[in-house]
């Protein structure tokens, strides 16, 4: 989760000084602050509804490729 945290950070971050600089756009620091908050409470909660998801299909595929009847594995 800290890693999920980090990224939407770094992420918003570039995009709002890309969009500050090359854009020209207006510079809104406390409206910045609090669309941050909100894109990390949401990614937060996302990653913690999906990753088991996630972690549960890629069992099952891992699963199907361990297992010893498959062709490509004899070549």
């Known amino acids: 989760m800290l890693m999920v945290i980090v990224a939407t950070a770094c992420y918003e971050i570039f995009v709002y000084v890309y969009r500050g600089t090359v854009l ?4 809104e620091i406390w409206r910045f ?3 941050l908050i909100i894109e990390l409470l949401f990614n937060t909660l996302l990653t913690i509804i999906l ?6 299909f890629g069992y099952k595929i891992e699963e199907i490729f361990k297992n010893p009847q498959i062709l490509t594995r004899y070549f």
């Open 24 to 27: 020209l756009g207006s510079i």
């Open 33 to 35: 602050i609090k669309i």
């Open 51 to 56: 990753y088991p998801l996630m972690q549960k």
